[in-house]
């Protein structure tokens, strides 16, 4: 006989899924991670584990009827909402809602919702589904635009065009990169943001927390490092907590969001979000005293949020592989945990495979300014050394 607190079936095991993971065995829960491939991170700590396409929505109910989890929690995109749906109508909790996995899934699900029904400010955009659509898409918004698959995640299939010559490889790329059989892209004007942001909303039953602005910078589409507190105006503050206030009680459900935002002076432009924790959210391991994991673990199970410590400035940055390769051993441990400047942590993520630019660890700082906690956190990662044994 096994005794819980609650019983979760988390879908998708990643690094994100691995913290949510040790958040919830801190708590008793039984955690069943779920995902394609065996090994994943937050298999490694689970008390189960579950290895299949969940994108196959046969499969995926077949798991959940087996299990008869408490909650359902999605870790990642690649999921058949649909199915997530209908099991809600079938009286299981899908965290935070099915509704909110349904239209997060792909980019247009969230446009309508986020720009049409709510009317938030988000930049131009139309939906192509061919080349000569991207065309007149572009003409919409202008060059640049970027262009990136609807179904797709961590910037895969994503391009910026600056010439009309350059739309047929943005097409082309997003279609060979996309996830799902349905061709379909979404054509954006290109925001030149002077920043840009995640800001972590917690939906409780209590009601909207929010936690200090994240600042983030990307390349490929893909995060590199974060930092916390973004410096932000008030204004640009009060902006950004009315429209994720606004997003994540139409989504509706209790459990953490990662809210993306792109910020121009005082003016703040919807971009996107999680209904999850959010991987540029991962610098709270080293910032809060209740970390992003820890806050959707305790909004989904309904227990107290009195206030959320900050810690000081602090940031994240990624330690990325460069190759493919099923042999790898980690090195410079030590001298990344000493890297001067700032308390220093690492989450090395284990994944049993590697493959150029996949995220295979993250270095944490926290320091007395957020330029130091960036400069020591990019200094560890760097003197973390990935030995490809092939
Ligand atoms: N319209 C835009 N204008 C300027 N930059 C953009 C635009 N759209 C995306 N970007 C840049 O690309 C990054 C990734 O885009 P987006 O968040 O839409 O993709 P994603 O693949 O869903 O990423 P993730 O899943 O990691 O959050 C953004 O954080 C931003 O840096
Ligand atoms: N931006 C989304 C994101 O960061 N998702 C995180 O990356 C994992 C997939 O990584 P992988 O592609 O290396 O398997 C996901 O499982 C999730 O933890
Ligand atoms: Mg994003």
Redesign the pocket.
């Known amino acids: 006989m096994m005794t819980f607190t609650a019983k979760i079936l988390l879908l998708g095991s990643g690094e994100l899924g691995r913290e949510f993971a040790i958040s919830a065995k801190r708590l008793g829960c039984e955690v069943i991670a779920c995902d394609s491939y065996d090994g994943a991170p937050a298999m490694q700590v689970a008390d189960a584990r579950e290895v299949f396409s969940m994108l196959d929505g046969d499969k995926l109910r077949e798991a959940v009827e087996r299990h008869r989890p408490d909650f359902v929690v999605p870790e990642v995109e690649a999921i058949r909402t649909e199915v997530l749906a209908e099991l809600e109508g079938e009286g299981v909790t899908v965290v935070p809602s099915a509704r909110a996995t349904v239209m997060t899934m792909n980019r247009d699900g969230i446009r309508e919702v986020a720009a049409v029904e709510l009317g938030l400010r988000t ?1 131009r955009y139309r939906y192509a589904e061919t080349l000569e659509d991207v065309r007149a898409g572009a003409e919409h918004t202008g060059l640049p635009c ?1 262009i ?1 698959p609807v179904m ?5 299939g ?1 391009s910026t065009v600056r010439s009309a010559d350059e739309l047929e490889t943005a097409w082309n790329y997003a279609v060979a990169n996309m996830r799902g059989d349905r061709a379909r892209v979404i054509v ?4 030149a ?1 002077d920043y ?1 942001i995640t800001l972590l909303t917690v939906r409780t039953r209590e009601g909207v927390v929010f936690c200090p602005p994240i600042g983030h910078r ?1 390349e490929r ?3 590199q490092e974060s930092w916390q507190p973004a410096a932000m105006s008030d204004t640009a503050i009060a902006a950004a907590q009315d429209m994720a206030r606004k997003v994540v009680d139409d989504l509706g459900g209790y459990g953490l969001f990662g809210v ?1 935002f ?1 910020v121009k002076g005082d003016d703040v432009i919807f ?2 979000l ?1 209904p999850r924790p959010h ?1 540029t959210g991962m610098v709270t391991l080293i910032s809060q005293g209740l970390t992003e994991f820890d806050l959707h673990l305790r909004a989904i199970l309904g227990l107290p949020i009195p206030n959320v410590p900050f810690h000081g400035p602090s940031a994240s940055a990624v330690i990325l592989a460069d190759r493919n390769s099923d042999s790898l051993r980690y090195a410079g441990l030590a001298e990344a945990l000493a890297t001067p400047g700032a308390e220093v942590d690492l989450r090395i993520f284990a994944k049993p495979t590697s493959r150029p630019y996949r995220r295979m660890g993250v270095a944490l700082a926290r320091a007395d300014s957020t330029d130091t906690a960036r400069a020591t956190a990019a200094q560890a990662a760097s003197r973390v050394r990935i030995d490809y044994g092939d």
């Open positions: 930049s970027v990136k797709s995640s961590s910037g895969k994503q954006e004007e290109f925001i943001f840009e990307q589409g893909d995060y993306e792109f971009s996107e999680s991987d």
